[in-house]
């Protein structure tokens, strides 16, 4: 028996069928009523080339008109509506059932053109639904068919004196067609097709199941949620799916053959209450049992009474012969069940370990079970992991980026704030000796606190995250010049003509980070008094330009980025956040008379997504 969980409301062979979207049936029911058009006018066509198969039944020509006029109805109101509901597709598909059946006694049998009107409907219904309700409208077909028969062979053949002669020709022609025996074989036809069509359909909609399931997992895989919050949705999703009783996670860095044990439970088998994943302690004597050589990439093992039934397949799919039941036992002995699947996982060579379902519940072929298992690790697997490798790397890029900043301290701020100390100790002895030196070093000690707190200024710019896009940029960076030009002295402008900015957001934040750092660049090193930059934009690329009169570079004209990297000048942290903007440097230096870079990036490149 299946134990569904919260979200299993449809299930096929144990796993839950793939809500269909309104949308998605909106479109159906209207490609359905578009074909049902399209079967009405080719009958007619057929018709017209050859009226002999309607045995030249006037009321067959009329009621094939209007099932044509029912089916333009149809696609009108489905066009009109906007949405398909479940009553109104029911009501469609009953009619669907019935004028095949009525038209098929005013024209040649059921063995006419019409017959594909039989077949439409099954279609239509595979197409809607699936395997029951398909074989349930054969069966509503036969039970017409054989209704008609009786009707035909038994009531209306006693009262033919009663009946208009043009019904009665008809009528005629029909009545060897509704023989207990042809209708017979027509039967078995409708119920194999039926059949038929039906399986293909549920079969196809178990492969939407299949890939809906995986894309609904690879959707709980945010890099927000973490590596714990990630796992635990996938595990709901995994337990709910099979109706387990709990998922064990066990892992193991190779190099360092440290092991992680994680366990998430049902909720819905005890009291309630909402689960977590939660790591739990592991101990080298676990490690071993849950890493043990389990049988295949993936296996199924129920414990019957005193033996085992295993299936274990390989990485390919492939089942394999006689798997060892020895780690099955130890586990046992360790944590209790009746039934698990155990699906084994190595990452980059990094990492292996394997997932644990326990006590799970379908029906249907275990392998291919198995199978879809198999395929939802290999989908989701690297996704999860790709998740750990990114919180690592940011853990590690954090830690970079701290010990920077310490250095950053230690190496300037504290160094000159231990040297100030050391001066106003010195200043304070000489104060009652020679007093006429101490205006001085308080000036000079004065500048070099303004200084430091210029510094730690641009340091607490370089932590600050920015948050700037297109409609920001030109005032985010005039506050930035005007500031600079407040602390240090230094004339500085900001100059554009650009009215409207329409900019990526990622360019906008590497142009302002370009332009903080010329400017810290400006005033540590170049000794100007004036800055200007300017910002331009033509049809094809903007063009970031910084301009100063100090000292220059130590080399002489105007040179590329290429030819900075081969001479192994310039600037390098402008040129790194150009080249992640995919733009061009130029540097163009006269010693002594001052600097000039210029920044141009084109309209739709590629931005680099590093950082």
């Known amino acids: 028996m299946i134990r569904l969980g919260k979200n299993s409301n449809h299930r096929f062979f144990g796993r839950p069928q793939a809500p269909a979207d309104p949308s998605e049936v909106r479109r159906t029911e209207r490609w359905l009523a578009t074909a049902r058009v399209f079967l009405a ?36 109101l489905l066009r009109r509506r906007r949405e398909s509901t479940a009553a109104f597709r029911l009501l469609v598909h009953s009619a669907d059932i019935l004028w095949p059946a009525f038209i098929s006694i005013f024209a040649e049998g059921p063995r006419s053109p019409f017959f594909l009107f039989f077949f439409f409907v099954l279609a239509a219904s595979a197409y809607r639904w699936g395997l ?44 060897t067609e509704f023989e207990p025996k042809r209708l017979f074989m027509l039967s078995v036809y409708l119920l194999v097709m039926g059949l038929l069509l039906g399986y293909l359909a549920e079969q196809q909609k178990h492969l939407r199941t299949e890939k809906a399931g995986v894309t609904r997992m690879l959707a709980k895989v945010r890099v927000e949620s973490g590596l714990t919050g990630t796992l635990q949705q996938i595990s709901r999703e995994v337990v709910s799916m099979y109706g387990a009783a709990r998922l064990v996670v066990a892992a193991q860095e190779i190099h360092s053959q440290r092991t992680f044990l ?26 071993k049992i849950y890493l043990e050589d389990f049988p295949g990439e993936v296996c199924y093992a129920a414990n019957e009474g005193d033996r085992w039934s295993v299936i274990a397949l390989d990485g390919e799919g492939n089942q394999l012969p006689a798997p060892p039941t020895e780690p099955l036992v130890q586990l046992q002995a ?25 006590e799970p519940s379908w029906r249907g072929d275990t392998q291919e079970e198995l199978r879809f298992l198999l395929d939802v690790l ?20 954090g830690a970079a980026e701290r010990a920077r900043f310490a250095r950053e301290l230690h190496d300037g701020a504290v160094q000159s704030l231990i040297a100030v100390e050391m001066q106003v100790d010195v200043l304070k002895r000489q104060a009652e000796t020679t007093p006429a030196v101490v205006t001085g070093e308080l000036g000079r000690i004065q500048g070099l ?11 607490m710019q370089q932590m600050k995250s920015i948050d700037v896009d297109s409609r920001r940029f030109l005032s985010v960076v005039t506050d930035a010049v005007e500031r600079f030009e407040r602390e240090t002295g230094i004339s500085a402008r900001f100059v554009t003509d650009i009215e409207k900015l329409e900019m990526p957001d990622k360019v906008c934040r590497e142009l302002l980070r370009i332009v903080q750092e010329g400017l810290v660049n400006v005033r540590k090193h170049s000794r100007a008094r004036h800055a200007l930059v300017r910002l ?76």
């Open 41 to 76: 006018v080719a009958t007619l066509a057929a018709i017209y080339m050859d009226p002999t198969q309607l045995g030249h039944a006037p009321v067959a020509y009329a009621l094939l008109g209007l099932y044509l006029i029912h089916g333009v109805l149809v696609m009108t």
């Open 132 to 175: 029951w309700e398909t074989l349930a409208t054969a069966a509503a077909e036969v039970v017409l068919l054989w209704a008609e028969s009786f009707a035909l062979l038994h009531v209306w053949s006693l009262r033919e004196g009663s009946l208009p002669w043009h019904i009665l020709a008809g009528l005629r022609v029909n009545l």
């Open 262 to 287: 994680g366990e998430f439970c049902n909720s819905s088998n005890s009291n309630g209450a909402a689960s977590d994943f939660k790591w739990l302690d592991s101990r080298p004597r676990q490690a």
């Open 334 to 358: 360790e944590r209790p069940f009746r039934s698990l699947i155990a699906i084994s996982f190595v990452f980059a060579g990094e990492w292996r370990g394997r997932v644990f379902v326990f």
């Open 378 to 397: 290999h989908q989701v697997g690297p996704a999860v992991y790709n998740v750990y490798l990114l919180h690592r790397l940011r853990r590690r890029a």
């Open 449 to 459: 606190l303004r200084e430091e707190v210029l510094k730690l200024r641009e340091l």
């Open 536 to 611: 331009a934009s033509n049809s094809s690329q903007w063009s970031l330009t910084m301009e100063d009169d100090g000292k220059g570079f130590p080399f002489s004209g105007r040179i590329t980025q290429e030819e900075l990297e081969r001479m192994g000048k310039g600037p390098m942290i402008i040129k790194e956040r150009v080249r992640l903007i995919a733009g061009t440097l130029t540097v163009e230096s006269n010693p002594g008379t001052g600097t000039r870079l210029e920044i141009k990036v084109p309209k739709g490149g590629e931005v680099s997504d590093e950082f």
